[in-house]
């Protein structure tokens, strides 16, 4: 099992920038997929970003394309999100995760999470 913790949240204004950050205790595998999501009181967790440990390839989703930026430092066991245009619909708490198993959008098919770093932008 690894364990998982985000930094970086935090309070700012739209269009702002942010840059939130996972440290990972424990080996990853280059099996491995790395996961950022978001959640909102009432709504389910989704999917914002996630990069294979390997390779680096990079996946978003339509809502944060070319805003957010995901990156991994595999000597640190890190992995960043950089998180530019900030707008306010992108408050929430977000979360890191690890799927064992590779390239997954849903959070039933991760295997660890971090405990979440509130986001809030205001207009």
């Known amino acids: 099992q690894v364990q998982l913790a985000e930094s970086g949240g935090g309070l700012v204004q739209a269009g702002d920038s942010l840059r939130l950050s996972c440290a990972a205790s424990?080996?990853?595998?280059?099996?491995?997929?790395m996961g950022w999501f978001r959640q909102t009181p009432g709504k389910e967790r989704e999917f914002v970003s996630g990069i294979r440990w390997g390779t680096g390839g990079q996946y978003y989703a339509d809502s944060v394309k070319g805003r957010f930026t995901i990156s991994r430092d595999t000597a640190k066991n890190t992995v960043d999100l950089q998180m530019s245009s900030l707008k306010p619909e992108d408050t929430a708490v977000y979360y890191c995760?690890?799927?064992?198993?590779?390239?997954?959008?849903?959070?039933?098919?991760?295997?660890?999470w971090g405990q979440g770093t509130q986001v809030t932008v205001s207009s």
């Open positions: 995760s690890r799927n064992r198993n590779g390239y997954a959008t849903t959070s039933r098919e991760f295997d660890d």
């Open positions: 424990g080996r990853i595998y280059s099996s491995h997929f």
